[in-house]
């Protein structure tokens, strides 16, 4: 509470200092402009021509150099506003696409809008492919920030928790920050503080883990497959951009299995049944892609808040643990599915042994024979932590869509 008020104070102090400085502004100007007239009156200047004809001429000259002003930059403004727009429109959209998600919902009021964070991407360290070690005996248990992360005000029971990080929100903060529509917003109100939770929209878009030479390369996938940033995508788009990567990264087309399994990724990226998948949602899918194919476990574990490592030991402590304190490789692969169990009553009706990336390195692509042999291996807290981190961070995003092949 110190805290707090200390901030308070310093607020006060600086509204204060603010009103004085103006106030002592304001009498400087009046002390100069009655020293200039009364060496006018003294000069005799006064009775050559009244003190109200130069006040009158000084305020018809300005305000003719306002109206020129003002006539200016608003015809020119209009003879090129039409072709700087229509240049603007997709370098924005690209622009919007490298700093994040980016998209703007078009019915609110811009005029009114608090300035949007500056997002920075992550740079991987040296030992970023290291062993991390996270013990399993010692809860970290964050605690939420006390002050809205946009205002820095606090107002108690008004503030909305994240689950995956500490920040905090005000309702009225996000909105004006034009990051969340108004269903959105709703849902942000009923599930903050609800055991599902919600993920605030730093934790909520997972293109915000790559790095800058990985969005790049990402960037460039786009663009050659002529995907435009934040449009949706129909079944028969998503099918040519599959068929597109292939080519490029193994130099044959899809085969008709795969065909199968891309439109059950549309499907599980589909759940309401509209016919089209929303641009987070593609974006999202992607981004996840490019983490399975780039970084290693030990990389993705570096990722994890402390909220969610927490979430992972209670996961695991909950299994039946061995003496040895290991668990199998099928209580694992249950513990993986945990994640998403606020996605269960959403989620689409294809078979979860379908969604997700086309991956070579997934879980469940090997066939059933090698998963059958490893589901009596023995995994310690450290190995299930690393192959369940991919799944962890799947299960950030506040949307429905199946970002992931789950495993059987």
Known sequence: MGVLMSKKQQVEKVQKCTAVVS????????????????????????????????EEKNSEEAE??????????????????????????????????????????????????????????????????QPVEVELDKKEQPPSDEMCDVCE?????????????????????????????????????????????????YCDNLNLLLTEEEMYSLMETFKQCKIIPESCLVSDELLQYRH??????????????????VLAQFAALDPEK??????????????????????????LVRVLTAKERDTARSVFLGLGLDKDGTITR???????QSWFHNKDSQSCNVSISHVGPICESSPTSSGSERSKNDESRRMTWADFLRESAIYILAARPNSFAMHIRLPL
């Open 23 to 54: 106030a002592f502004q304001a009498g400087v100007r009046d002390r100069q402009a009655a020293t200039k007239r009364a060496e006018e009156l003294e000069r005799g200047e006064g009775s050559a021509q009244p003190p109200a004809n130069p």
């Open 64 to 129: 003719q150099e306002e109206t020129d002003d003002s006539a200016g930059p608003s015809s020119s403004q209009q003879a090129s506003a039409p072709t700087r727009d229509e240049y603007k429109v997709n370098r924005e959209a690209w622009s919007r696409l490298r700093d994040g998600k980016g998209v703007e919902p078009e019915e609110l009021d811009k005029s009114h809008q608090l300035t949007p964070p500056a997002f920075v991407r992550p740079k991987r360290e040296a030992d970023d492919d």
């Open 153 to 201: 005000v606090w107002t108690a029971d008004d503030l909305y928790p994240c689950r995956i990080c500490t920040r905090v929100f005000h309702d009225g903060c996000v909105r004006e920050l034009g990051y969340l529509r108004a269903e959105a917003l709703q849902e942000m109100r009923n599930t903050a503080h609800s055991a599902t939770g919600w993920s605030c929209y």
């Open 244 to 261: 597109f990567a292939s080519k490029q990264q193994f130099d044959k087309d899809l085969t008709d299995e795969q065909e199968e399994e």
């Open 274 to 299: 509209k016919g089209h998948i929303e641009w987070p949602d593609f974006l999202y899918f992607e981004s996840l892609a490019v983490l399975r194919k780039l970084r290693t476990e030990n990389s």
């Open 330 to 336: 099928a209580e694992c692969r249950q513990a993986q």
